[in-house]
């Protein structure tokens, strides 16, 4: 059997789960620390309580497990196991653990039991070489990781910049396996298809003109995503002159609400009560809030582009999966995890230096001037798909567990 340990149910790992289920090829069982997610919990990133509103746990073999809980969500400390997890695994028949890294002390603790109870250890992370910080304390935290790195057998990597991560802390080729970072693609394409017929409507809905070329940013509004270089980029295209009405669409909440309300003339606001104090040359712009699981296609269906200006600690960015399969054209800072796999191939002019926002603004004008097809996005993003690293995972259990019969 092969064992999953993950901190909770997350919307973009459950896909992985249901179809390595459906295939039937192999017997395997997620192993959950925490039920974050599944009840509403206040989020500090997005500063509201949320909960997805989609089904997380049906369809695929899991299990709760009893860990001890540290006070913060964010800190290393937050889930820790009991004693004894390498000899329940043993006990439950697992030849193979796979792991999602390394940012909580229950993972390490899982990596170093199983291998005394002789179990294969495979670990699926997101960090790469941009993320990973710099300097000294960088040295001190890449010399205790390589301690743990050293008792992994295999390394689902996510993409180039996480395998260039792992060969550079002296992992060899033949230990890492491509695991795509994935979406349901299938959910979001479909869910597109079913909206675009009342897009103007959806525009209409939150105040974006018809003849607009609309800029979405999703995701949490905190200061290492960057929101405020989107809006400078807008400001600076429209005193240039660009031929067309320009317009920002924000899905998401965070600690930087009031200031970029305050940088742009609000067309629409869900909250409501809020007035502009921008100026007439600010971007217009509109605020509709958190957008859960099952509402946030109507963004990437009403928008032309998705925006992604965040800082190196941008380990992938997973709202580029969900726009390019919604067959929305994305434009990405340098420093995100996903743009060597993701935005390069596409269009080399879509990316730009992180903070650069002249040089952002040159890629929202390339992206205007010729946005790629939906088709050519559907094309690509089809490889980052989870039936691929569920093939992977299949053929890397059948050899493992041919290896320790033999």
């Given at each position: 059997m092969?064992?999953?340990?993950?901190?909770?149910p997350?919307?973009y790992?459950v896909?992985?789960w249901?179809?390595?289920?459906a295939?039937?090829?192999?017997?395997?069982?997620v192993?959950?620390?925490?039920?974050?997610?599944?009840?509403h919990?206040?989020?500090?990133g997005?500063g509201?309580?949320i909960?997805?509103d989609?089904?997380?746990l049906?369809?695929?073999d899991h299990?709760?497990?009893?860990v001890?809980?540290g006070r913060?969500?964010d800190?290393?400390s937050?889930l820790k196991?009991?004693?004894?997890?390498?000899?329940?695994l043993?006990g439950?028949?697992?030849?193979?653990?796979w792991?999602?890294?390394?940012?909580?002390a229950?993972?390490?603790?899982?990596v170093w039991?199983?291998?005394?109870a002789g179990?294969?250890v495979w670990?699926?992370?997101?960090?790469?070489l941009r993320?990973?910080?710099?300097?000294?304390v960088?040295g001190?935290?890449?010399?205790v990781?390589?301690?743990?790195?050293?008792?992994v057998?295999?390394?689902?990597?996510?993409?180039?910049?996480n395998?260039?991560?792992y060969l550079?802390?002296?992992?060899?080729n033949?230990?890492?396996i491509?695991?795509p970072y994935?979406v349901?693609?299938?959910r979001?394409?479909s869910q597109?298809?079913?909206?675009?017929?009342v897009r103007?409507?959806l525009?209409?809905q939150w105040r974006?003109p018809?003849?607009a070329?609309?800029?979405?940013?999703l995701g949490k509004?905190i200061?290492?995503?960057?929101?405020?270089?989107?809006?400078?980029?807008?400001?600076g295209?429209?005193?240039?002159?660009v031929?067309?009405?320009?317009?920002?669409?924000f899905?998401?909440t965070?600690?930087?609400d009031?200031d970029l309300?305050?940088?742009?003339m609000?067309?629409?606001d869900?909250?409501g009560?809020?007035?502009?104090?921008?100026?007439?040359?600010?971007?217009?712009?509109?605020?509709?809030?958190?957008?859960n699981?099952?509402?946030?296609?109507?963004?990437?269906?009403?928008?032309?582009c998705?925006?992604?200006?965040?800082?190196?600690s941008?380990?992938?960015?997973?709202?580029?999966?969900?726009?390019?399969?919604?067959g929305l054209?994305?434009?990405?800072?340098?420093?995100?995890?996903?743009?060597?796999d993701?935005?390069?191939?596409?269009?080399?002019e879509?990316s730009?230096?992180v903070?650069?926002?002249?040089?952002?603004?040159?890629?929202?004008?390339?992206?205007?001037?010729?946005?790629?097809s939906?088709?050519?996005?559907?094309?690509?993003i089809a490889g980052y798909?989870?039936l691929?690293t569920?093939?992977?995972?299949?053929?890397?259990?059948t050899?493992?567990?041919?290896?320790q019969t033999?």
């Amino acid at each position: 059997m092969l064992a999953v340990l993950t901190t909770h149910p997350i919307q973009y790992q459950v896909p992985l789960w249901k179809a390595l289920s459906a295939r039937g090829k192999m017997r395997f069982r997620v192993f959950y620390m925490s039920d974050l997610g599944l009840e509403h919990r206040f989020d500090p990133g997005f500063g509201r309580a949320i909960a997805w509103d989609i089904d997380l746990l049906t369809g695929y073999d899991h299990e709760f497990i009893d860990v001890r809980f540290g006070r913060f969500q964010d800190s290393f400390s937050w889930l820790k196991l009991k004693p004894g997890f390498g000899e329940f695994l043993r006990g439950q028949g697992v030849r193979a653990l796979w792991v999602q890294g390394w940012q909580v002390a229950a993972y390490w603790q899982a990596v170093w039991e199983a291998r005394r109870a002789g179990i294969e250890v495979w670990l699926r992370g997101e960090t790469n070489l941009r993320s990973s910080g710099e300097g000294t304390v960088r040295g001190m935290k890449r010399a205790v990781l390589r301690r743990l790195l050293a008792r992994v057998d295999r390394f689902l990597y996510i993409g180039e910049a996480n395998r260039q991560f792992y060969l550079a802390q002296g992992i060899r080729n033949d230990r890492m396996i491509p695991a795509p970072y994935c979406v349901d693609n299938i959910r979001f394409a479909s869910q597109a298809y079913r909206l675009r017929p009342v897009r103007q409507a959806l525009r209409r809905q939150w105040r974006i003109p018809d003849e607009a070329f609309c800029f979405l940013f999703l995701g949490k509004l905190i200061r290492k995503k960057r929101p405020g270089d989107l809006v400078a980029a807008v400001q600076g295209l429209q005193k240039q002159g660009v031929g067309r009405p320009l317009h920002v669409l924000f899905v998401g909440t965070g600690e930087l609400d009031e200031d970029l309300r305050r940088s742009c003339m609000i067309a629409f606001d869900a909250a409501g009560g809020h007035s502009s104090g921008a100026s007439e040359a600010a971007p217009p712009a509109s605020f509709v809030g958190f957008l859960n699981q099952t509402e946030v296609a109507k963004a990437y269906v009403a928008a032309d582009c998705l925006v992604l200006p965040s800082d190196a600690s941008e380990t992938w960015g997973l709202v580029v999966n969900e726009a390019m399969a919604s067959g929305l054209p994305c434009v990405t800072s340098d420093a995100c995890g996903c743009v060597e796999d993701l935005v390069l191939p596409i269009r080399s002019e879509l990316s730009y230096p992180v903070g650069n926002v002249a040089r952002l603004q040159q890629s929202l004008q390339a992206v205007m001037a010729n946005p790629p097809s939906s088709t050519l996005l559907e094309e690509h993003i089809a490889g980052y798909d989870p039936l691929r690293t569920v093939e992977t995972v299949e053929q890397v259990f059948t050899k493992a567990a041919t290896h320790q019969t033999a």
